[in-house]
């Protein structure tokens, strides 16, 4: 759910960036989508292994704090 409102929030920056024709802001929403859409598979193994709330805390990516 988190990843999804995080991919929600760069709509606004990207449309902005797009209109104002910003190359630049707008590979790095791209990046930063696509690490959102990623993050799943990246952090799946490590939460299966998680065997209490504080691995599991300390595994959680950053990007969805």
């Known amino acids: 759910k988190r990843r999804n409102e995080k991919l929600a929030e760069t709509d606004v920056a990207m449309t902005r960036a ?14 930063q989508r696509q690490r959102l859409r990623d993050l799943p598979a990246l952090i799946q193994a490590e939460v299966d292994a ?10 959680w990516p950053s990007e969805l704090t």
């Open 18 to 31: 797009l209109e104002q024709g910003d190359p630049a802001t707008i590979a790095t929403i791209k990046a």
């Open 50 to 59: 998680a065997e209490s709330p504080d691995m599991l805390h300390a595994v």
